[in-house]
Nanobody, 124 residues
Framework: QVQLVESGGGLVQAGGSLRLSCAASGRTVSSLNMGWFRQAPGKEREFVAA????????AYSDSAKGRFTISRSNAKNTVYLQMNSLKPADTAVYYC?????????????????WGQGTQVTVSS
């Protein structure tokens, strides 16, 4: 069983930055595909960024490319999402997800474990 705990959300002005953290327990992040998803009010959950277990491959949504970066610390067993140049459209609950299965890491259906989410609010 894998437990995921997100942190780092908050209120930020447009153009600002936040770094989200996802602390994993139960398995090492280096053995898992890890992803970040978000859900805004009234909208479906959408893919943001992901990293494969080996750390060799990353994927980003079109809206995240060039602004967000996914990374991890094996020593801290934590995955990060650095978000720069934030926009009001980025306002959402951000979820960390993990899976030991192989597949398309940008698909929510691949993931078995989910965190509780952290709120990100970007004011204009």
């Amino acid at each position: 069983q894998v437990q995921l705990v997100e942190s780092g959300g908050g209120l930020v002005q447009a153009g600002g930055s936040l770094r989200l953290s996802c602390a994993a327990s139960g398995r090492t992040v280096s053995s898992l595909n890890m992803g970040w998803f978000r859900q805004a009010p009234g909208k479906e959950r959408e893919f943001v960024a992901a990293m494969d277990w080996g750390g060799f491959s990353t994927a980003y949504s079109d809206s995240a490319k060039g602004r967000f970066t996914i990374s991890r610390s094996n020593a801290k067993n934590t995955v990060y999402l650095q978000m720069n140049s934030l926009k009001p459209a980025d306002t959402a609950v951000y979820y960390c997800a993990a899976t030991g299965k192989m597949g398309n890491i940008d698909l929510a259906t691949l993931y078995d474990y989910w965190g509780q989410g952290t709120q990100v609010t970007v004011s204009s």
